[in-house]
C-alpha cells in the first residue's frame, strides 16, 4: 500500500468517525423525542456518507477535506485543552455579591402573599400598609387561586390532577414535624466529622437523594421575617428570624425531576412530576431530621412547609450547581430538572466546596428559558443587583400570574434548558466541554440552537400519564 493509500485510509477512517457520531446523535435524539435533532443528525450522517463517497471516487478532493478534518480536530482539542474555571463560582453565592447582602423577607414571597394574608386580617393589613402596590394585583390572583383550576389546560384530567393533589398532601402531613429536638438529655452521641459527614450524604443517597452537598449556614440567605404560615401559627407572621438561632451546618439534597413528564410542560404531567418531588424532599428532610434527633443533635426540615431560608443559594455553597439565567439551580447531571431541600443540624459535618459547571457564560449566551417563557418573567437582558448581588431578576408576579391561567407550574424554563437534557453519554460529553472551556461556554449555545431549535415544543409523554382526554 503505497503512501496515497494511507493518507486516504486515515481520511476514511476519521469520516467513519464522524458519521457514527451524527448516527449516535440522531438516535439519542429520537430516544428523547425531539423533532429537529434527529433530521439534523441524519443530515450529517448524509453529509459524511458523501464525504466518504468523494474520498474514494475523487483523490482531488482528498487535500481539502485533509484540511477540513484538521480544523475540526484542532478546535476540539482546543475545547479540551484550554481548561477555566469561573473564579466568582467557586466562591459560591457570595461570589455574586457587588455590595452589601440584603435579606431576603419571606413576607415578599408571592407564595406567602397567596395563602397567609387573609384579606380583612391584621396581617393583611400590615403587609399591604407596607406595600400598597401589591394590594390591587395580589386580590386579582387570590380570586383565581394560585394554580387558577388546577389542570385547567389539560381540562383538569382527573388522574393527572389527583396526583398533583396526593403528592402535595405528604408535605401536609410531614410539615408539624420539621423541627426535631433532641431526643435525650444526655450529650449527643460524639461521631468524628468526617464519619458523620460520610454516614449523612450517603443515607441522604440511601433515602432517595441524587445529590447531597454540606456547607455552613450563610446568614445573608436567611429570611429577615417569617411570611408563610401553616398550621395556624399566624403569631409567627412577621417575626423576624435569628441566623444566630439555626443549626450552623445545613445538608443540602437533590432529587430528579423525570425527563419524560418535565418534557410535557406546560401540561399536567409536569406539575405532577414536581408535586411528588415536593412530596419526596419533605420525606427526606424531615426523616433525616430525626435521624439527628436520635443522635442528640437538633435539625430543622427545610422544606415546602417549613423554609428558615431561600435554598438555591444555600445549594451552590454546599458545592451542588449554579444559578442560570432562569432562576433555577442547574445541577450537573440534571440541570434544571432538580428540587432542592435541606436538613439543619448543629452536628459538626465537613462542607464542601461551591462549583463551576460554565452556567454563568452559557446562560449569557443561550437565552433559551427567556424567549420561550409565554409570560416573559425571565430577562433578555444582563444581570442587575439585587439585594446586593448580581443575578438576572425574575418577574415572579407575571410568572405565577401564568401559572394561574394554566393550572400547572409551567416548568417550560426548565424543560428548554439545555443542561437539562437526559444524563446520557452525549450530554455527558458535552456538559464537560461546557464546564471547562470558555470557548465551548461561547459557541455552544449557537450550536445548540442550530441543532435544537430555539423554541420550546411539549413531547409526548408515556400513556398512562398522558394528559389527552
Same mark, same amino acid.
Given at each position: 500500500?503505497?503512501?496515497?493509500?494511507?493518507?486516504?485510509?486515515?481520511?476514511?477512517?476519521? &469520516?467513519?468517525?464522524?458519521?457514527?457520531?451524527?448516527?449516535?446523535?440522531?438516535?439519542? =435524539?429520537?430516544? #428523547?423525542? $425531539?423533532?429537529?435533532?434527529?433530521?439534523?443528525?441524519?443530515?450529517?450522517?448524509?453529509?459524511?456518507?458523501?464525504?466518504? !463517497?468523494?474520498?474514494?471516487?475523487?483523490?482531488?478532493?482528498?487535500?481539502?477535506?485533509?484540511?477540513?478534518? =484538521?480544523?475540526?480536530?484542532?478546535?476540539?482539542?482546543?475545547?479540551?485543552?484550554?481548561?477555566?474555571?469561573?473564579?466568582?463560582?467557586?466562591?459560591?453565592? %457570595?461570589?455574586?455579591?457587588?455590595?452589601?447582602?440584603?435579606?431576603?423577607?419571606? /413576607?415578599?414571597?408571592?407564595?406567602?402573599?397567596?395563602?397567609?394574608?387573609?384579606?380583612?386580617?391584621?396581617? @393583611?393589613? /400590615?403587609?399591604?400598609?407596607?406595600? +400598597?402596590?401589591?394590594?390591587?394585583?395580589?386580590?386579582?390572583?387570590?380570586?383565581?387561586?394560585?394554580?387558577?383550576?388546577?389542570? /385547567?389546560?389539560?381540562?383538569?384530567?382527573? +388522574? %393527572?390532577?389527583?396526583? !398533583?393533589?396526593?403528592?402535595?398532601?405528604?408535605? $401536609?402531613?410531614?410539615?408539624?414535624?420539621?423541627?426535631?429536638?433532641?431526643?435525650?438529655?444526655?450529650?449527643?452521641?460524639?461521631?468524628?466529622?468526617?464519619?458523620?459527614?460520610?454516614?449523612?450524604?450517603?443515607?441522604?443517597?440511601?433515602?432517595?437523594?441524587?445529590?447531597?452537598?454540606?456547607?455552613?449556614?450563610?446568614?445573608?440567605?436567611?429570611? =429577615?421575617?417569617?411570611?408563610?404560615?401553616?398550621?395556624?401559627?399566624? #403569631?409567627?407572621?412577621?417575626?423576624?428570624?435569628?441566623?444566630?438561632?439555626?443549626?450552623?451546618?445545613?445538608?443540602?439534597?437533590?432529587? #430528579?425531576?423525570?425527563?419524560?413528564?418535565?418534557?410535557?410542560?406546560?401540561?399536567?404531567?409536569?406539575?405532577?412530576?414536581?408535586?411528588?418531588?415536593?412530596? /419526596?424532599?419533605?420525606?427526606?428532610?424531615?426523616?433525616?431530621?430525626?435521624?439527628?434527633?436520635?443522635?442528640?443533635?437538633?435539625?430543622?426540615?427545610?422544606?415546602?412547609?417549613?423554609?428558615?431560608?431561600?435554598?438555591?443559594?444555600?445549594?451552590? &455553597?454546599?458545592?451542588?450547581?449554579?444559578?442560570?439565567?432562569?432562576?433555577?439551580?442547574?445541577?450537573?447531571?440534571?440541570?434544571?430538572?432538580?428540587?432542592?431541600?435541606?436538613?439543619?443540624?448543629?452536628?459538626?459535618?465537613?462542607?464542601?466546596? +461551591?462549583?463551576?459547571?460554565?452556567?454563568?457564560?452559557?446562560?449569557?449566551?443561550?437565552?433559551?428559558?427567556?424567549?420561550?417563557? +409565554?409570560?416573559?418573567?425571565?430577562?433578555?437582558?444582563?444581570?442587575?443587583?439585587?439585594?446586593?448581588?448580581?443575578?438576572?431578576?425574575?418577574?415572579?408576579?407575571?410568572?405565577? #400570574? @401564568?401559572?394561574?391561567?394554566?393550572?400547572?407550574?409551567?416548568?417550560?424554563?426548565?424543560?428548554?434548558?439545555?443542561?437539562?437534557?437526559?444524563?446520557?453519554?452525549?450530554?455527558?460529553?458535552?456538559?464537560?466541554?461546557?464546564?471547562?472551556?470558555?470557548?465551548?461556554?461561547?459557541?455552544?449555545?449557537?450550536?445548540?440552537?442550530?441543532? @435544537?431549535?430555539?423554541?420550546?415544543?411539549?413531547?409526548?409523554?408515556? =400513556?398512562?400519564?398522558? @394528559?389527552? %382526554?
Amino acid at each position: 500500500m503505497d503512501q496515497l493509500d494511507i493518507f486516504t485510509l486515515v481520511l476514511l477512517l476519521v &469520516d467513519i468517525g464522524f458519521l457514527a457520531g451524527a448516527l449516535y446523535f440522531s438516535f439519542e =435524539s429520537i430516544r #428523547e423525542k $425531539e423533532r429537529r435533532a434527529p433530521k439534523m443528525g441524519l443530515g450529517l450522517a448524509l453529509i459524511a456518507l458523501i464525504i466518504g !463517497i468523494l474520498l474514494v471516487v475523487m483523490p482531488s478532493c482528498r487535500v481539502f477535506f485533509a484540511v477540513f478534518f =484538521s480544523f475540526v480536530i484542532a478546535f476540539a482539542l482546543s475545547l479540551a485543552l484550554k481548561r477555566s474555571k469561573d473564579p466568582r463560582a467557586l466562591k459560591g453565592a %457570595n461570589g455574586h455579591l457587588v455590595g452589601a447582602a440584603e435579606r431576603p423577607d419571606e /413576607r415578599d414571597i408571592p407564595f406567602a402573599r397567596q395563602r397567609s394574608l387573609p384579606p380583612g386580617s391584621e396581617y @393583611y393589613q /400590615r403587609y399591604y400598609k407596607m406595600h +400598597p402596590e401589591k394590594e390591587e394585583p395580589d386580590r386579582r390572583r387570590r380570586e383565581k387561586g394560585l394554580l387558577g383550576a388546577p389542570g /385547567r389546560i389539560d381540562n383538569q384530567y382527573p +388522574p %393527572n390532577v389527583s396526583m !398533583i393533589h396526593a403528592a402535595f398532601d405528604i408535605p $401536609e402531613f410531614l410539615g408539624h414535624y420539621a423541627v426535631a429536638d433532641p431526643e435525650h438529655a444526655s450529650m449527643p452521641s460524639k461521631v468524628d466529622p468526617v464519619k458523620a459527614t460520610e454516614i449523612v450524604k450517603n443515607y441522604a443517597l440511601h433515602l432517595g437523594a441524587v445529590a447531597v452537598g454540606i456547607c455552613r449556614v450563610n446568614p445573608n440567605w436567611v429570611y =429577615s421575617h417569617r411570611g408563610e404560615i401553616f398550621y395556624d401559627k399566624w #403569631e409567627d407572621w412577621g417575626k423576624e428570624i435569628d441566623p444566630a438561632q439555626l443549626p450552623p451546618y445545613a445538608v443540602v439534597m437533590l432529587t #430528579e425531576m423525570d425527563w419524560d413528564h418535565v418534557s410535557s410542560a406546560p401540561h399536567t404531567p409536569s406539575v405532577a412530576e414536581s408535586a411528588r418531588n415536593y412530596g /419526596r424532599g419533605a420525606y427526606l428532610s424531615t426523616h433525616l431530621a430525626r435521624w439527628f434527633a436520635h443522635l442528640g443533635y437538633k435539625a430543622v426540615a427545610q422544606n415546602t412547609r417549613h423554609y428558615d431560608m431561600a435554598l438555591p443559594p444555600l445549594a451552590v &455553597d454546599a458545592g451542588l450547581g449554579e444559578i442560570g439565567r432562569l432562576g433555577y439551580l442547574i445541577a450537573p447531571r440534571f440541570g434544571a430538572r432538580v428540587r432542592i431541600f435541606a436538613t439543619l443540624t448543629d452536628m459538626p459535618l465537613i462542607p464542601d466546596s +461551591p462549583i463551576s459547571i460554565g452556567v454563568d457564560e452559557f446562560c449569557k449566551k443561550c437565552k433559551k428559558c427567556a424567549e420561550s417563557c +409565554p409570560s416573559k418573567s425571565i430577562p433578555m437582558g444582563d444581570k442587575i443587583v439585587h439585594r446586593g448581588a448580581l443575578k438576572w431578576k425574575i418577574n415572579e408576579d407575571s410568572c405565577f #400570574e @401564568y401559572w394561574s391561567k394554566v393550572g400547572t407550574d409551567c416548568s417550560i424554563c426548565m424543560a428548554v434548558c439545555p443542561f437539562s437534557r437526559p444524563n446520557t453519554l452525549l450530554h455527558k460529553v458535552v456538559r464537560w466541554f461546557v464546564g471547562n472551556s470558555q470557548i465551548a461556554q461561547k459557541y455552544f449555545p449557537y450550536i445548540d440552537n442550530i441543532l @435544537y431549535g430555539r423554541k420550546w415544543r411539549p413531547k409526548p409523554v408515556p =400513556s398512562w400519564i398522558d @394528559y389527552r %382526554n
